[in-house]
């Protein structure tokens, strides 16, 4: 299979019909239908079926377009690196993200970055763990941030300070909405919205065998439509804080769940991984960054204890 067939063959698929996709190349109809056929040949298989005013792509179509999909992606990501190769200061930097409000550790550092080195653009995609991981060990992600639990063998990482606590987003005229938190075990007993990373792992690994009797009546990958789901009175949505505007001019709010239950956040890149150099740059500054950010928390830490416990050796005498 050639390159440029399976970009032909993509926008075919994307188009829905082979004139659109024709004139979006800026090659005649037939040549498309010509090379997309002789595609068909040498697959062995039936790609699409053609009506007057589309194109339908079969089982096996769709296979090779999401095959397809995957490996221009990644040319395309390649070629851009050995672009970059000539300019230890600029190109961009592909990073996968979960929502989580540790992200804004990462963003002061990107902030740094663009400072330093104006020429480094972050492409930033937002997904679940298992999407961002996926794409990471494609070669299509440069990083990924994502949540503690997933399995850290085959990359490796970087903590990010700070943990997420994990709640209920709800509208303010909800029945829960009356207490301060909601215990654990109460999740059974109402209409919950979550996403299919918490239902397969954090539920069931709070619940247990209670997790199979949640009321789960939707699931999400972004909390932003979650919050919209809320808002027209679908249930109750399971967030990590600050994800959801709860503000109190919102008409949603958020209440913790009790024992409280928190996660936290790593930057992962594969093992053996051989970086573009604007790929260098940010992971140089963001090491550093984030021992400023341990050292800075553990300085706070210390002087809390200090407050709480003034007799304890080394306490300053109050003044």
Known sequence: MEIRVLRYFVTM?????????????????PTLSKQLKDLEEELGRKLYERTNYSIRLTDAGMLLRKRAEDILALVDKT????????DLDSGSVSIGAAESDSIKYF?????????????IRPDFVSGDADDITAKLDKGLLDFAIIVNDADLSK??????PGQDRWGLVMRRDAPLAIRKAVPVEDLPFHPLICSRQGLQQDLRR??????????????????????????????YAVVFDHLIDTCPASDLCFRPIVPAKTSGMKIIWRKYQVFTPAA??????????????FEAAARDAAAEALKEDPERPGARPAR
Not at 79 to 86: S, T
């Open 155 to 160: 990359y490796n990482y970087l903590d990010l």
């Open 206 to 235: 709070w619940l247990g065998d209670t997790a199979d009797r949640l009321n789960i009546v939707a699931t999400f990958n972004l909390a932003y439509n979650a919050g919209i789901m809320v808002r027209e009175g679908l249930g």
């Open 79 to 86: 070629e851009e690196e050995f672009r970059a190769l000539n």
């Open 13 to 29: 698929a994307r188009e829905g019909n082979m004139t659109r996709a024709a004139e979006r190349l800026f090659v005649t109809q």
């Open 107 to 119: 963003a002061r550092t990107v902030k740094r970055l663009h400072e330093r080195y104006p020429g």
């Open 280 to 293: 260098t740059r940010l992971l140089e500054v963001l090491k550093a960054d984030l021992e400023r950010e």
